[in-house]
């Protein structure tokens, strides 16, 4: 099955503890990517990949970090993690190129409390 | 501001009527993208747009993009309970880009 994973689906920490959300697809996707989503401010993208080893800042890239050293794989690292970033994230994947765009792909999602 | 601007922020409407939601971009689009999501869910694809003009329709849901590929708009006809969610326009500036979201809008439908 077509699918995007995401784990943990749920995390509690506390500040400052170093942590990472995983994504993974199977899909043979090139373009991937995280978003947050916050009551009142929609969805917010974070980082976004066109391919490996290649990424690029969102909107709102502060706090994070990506790598994307396999196609299929794309972790997203909370070095340092905030109250700021209690959040629900999610990742997506699409085939988009750069010469055409195709339907993302979401995970189901990771909801983030930082206490 | 939001680049993509999303109206209504939030609907309330009688089972069976019918209902439009807009999104609008001061930029050029180059994919319109449409999704539903149940609060604090997955995000459920419905339609891409990526024509000036274009038209896709999915059971009773209708999504249009306009000439200048600036604007969009979801129709959905004969509301039921089951539309009832957060719909969400997503668009793309130019392909394998940043991906920009609107706010989204809060879909209820009333028995």
């Known amino acids: 099955e077509a699918q995007v994973t995401q784990n943990p689906r749920y995390l509690i920490t506390v500040t400052g503890k170093k942590l990472t959300v995983t994504c993974s697809q199977n899909?043979?996707?090139?373009?991937m990517s995280w978003y947050r989503q916050d009551p009142g401010l929609g969805l917010r993208q974070i980082y976004y990949?066109?391919?490996?080893?290649?990424?690029d800042k969102g909107d709102v890239p502060e706090g994070y970090k990506v790598s994307r050293k396999e196609k299929r794989n794309f972790p997203l690292i909370l070095e340092s993690p905030s109250p700021n970033q209690t959040s629900l994230y999610f990742c997506?994947?699409?085939?988009?190129?750069?010469?055409?765009?195709?339907?993302?792909?979401f995970g189901p999602g990771t909801r983030l409390t930082v206490t | 501001s939001q680049e993509l601007e999303q109206s209504p922020q939030s609907l309330i409407v009688q089972e069976g009527k019918n209902l439009t939601i807009n999104c609008t971009s001061s930029?050029?689009?180059?994919?319109l993208y449409w999704y539903k999501q149940k609060y604090g869910e997955g995000l459920i694809f419905l339609m891409m747009?990526?024509?000036?003009?274009e038209e896709k329709s999915h059971e009773k849901i209708t999504a249009k993009l306009d000439e200048k590929k600036q604007q969009s708009s979801l129709h959905i006809t004969a509301s039921q309970p089951s539309h009832a969610g957060i719909y969400l326009c997503?668009?793309?500036?130019?392909?394998?880009?940043?991906?920009?979201f609107g706010q989204g809008t809060e879909l209820s439908v009333k028995p």
């Open positions: 997506a994947s699409s085939l988009s190129t750069g010469e055409t765009s195709y339907e993302q792909y």
């Open positions: 899909m043979n996707h090139e373009y």
């Open positions: 990949s066109m391919n490996v080893e290649v990424t």
């Open positions: 930029k050029t689009l180059y994919g």
């Open positions: 747009l990526q024509k000036g003009g």
């Open positions: 997503g668009a793309d500036l130019f392909p394998g880009g940043k991906l920009i």
